[in-house]
């Protein structure tokens, strides 16, 4: 991917980097976006903390960072054990995700199948599952003050219970 964006645009300056390490790019953003639940793959709450305090350390003033994530109270509330299977029939994939919470590591375990071309990919990958309002405290802690949190990239209320993404934009 990082090859075939540089191919096409010369002037974007694409590195591989670890989410923990932004502050090693030296410069200031308008936006960072943290978005497709990879925010979770970080291993606990301090984690967490360090790369939130990260991108305050990393925005220009008034500069926002948004983030979506899975809704883990949702899922932990009601014992969600997958995600809707991903199909595109075109070219014959199918992509199926798995959670199974492990409740003394307090980790989710988050199986993927990837069928395509007659071939299958299995994957695990454990999970911090932060709540909305664990997520919220921390990114107040690294000094965001305007927070707004969605149910969706639409705009929709957050409901703790019943939205399937949080969606947070912070100031």
Do not use: W
């Amino acid at each position: 991917m990082m090859e075939k964006l540089k191919g096409k645009k010369k002037e974007i300056k694409a590195q591989v980097l670890n989410m923990l390490e932004i502050e090693k790019l030296q410069k200031k953003y308008d936006l960072i976006f943290c978005i497709g639940n990879s925010l979770v793959h970080l291993n606990d709450n301090k984690e967490i903390l360090h790369f939130l305090k990260a991108c305050k350390n990393s925005l220009n003033l008034r500069g926002k960072l948004l983030i979506q994530i899975v809704n883990y109270d949702r899922v932990l509330a009601k014992d969600v054990k997958n995600l809707p299977t991903i199909k595109n029939e075109e070219i014959g994939l199918v992509f199926e995700r798995y959670y199974e919470y492990l409740s003394e590591e307090q980790k989710i375990d988050f199986k993927t199948i990837l069928r395509i071309n007659g071939k299958e990919i299995e994957n695990h990958v454990l999970l911090h599952p932060i709540k909305s309002k664990e997520l919220l405290g921390l990114l107040k802690k690294s000094g965001f003050t305007d927070i707004i949190t969605y149910g969706g990239f639409n705009k929709e209320e957050y409901e703790q219970l019943v939205s399937f993404p949080l969606i947070i934009v912070a100031e």
